[in-house]
């Protein structure tokens, strides 16, 4: 997942990449602007009732629950718009 992150290089961009089967556990990773991240990582690992830890604009993590991937992704859409808005 960090090769992937890489590649897209921007740390302006949210990303949010998982794998692992959908009924059970899996990884994730939330990189993008580090205050962003710093928020957000905490808040996706506890909606996928995992854990994980970041620094430097990313986190990464285990999850559990991967069933509530839809969920995290809603959490991160609502917290775009809600930054958006603010510009």
Known sequence: M?????????????????VGDEKGAGLFLLAGPPASVETLGPRV??????????KKGRFQGKATKMSR?????ALLQDYISTQSAKE
Do not use: Y
């Open 2 to 18: 960090n090769i992937i992150a890489n590649e897209i290089g921007s740390e302006e961009t949210l990303l949010f990449l998982t």
């Open 45 to 54: 690992a506890e909606v996928l009732e995992g854990k994980g830890a970041g």
């Open 69 to 73: 991937r839809m969920e995290a992704q």
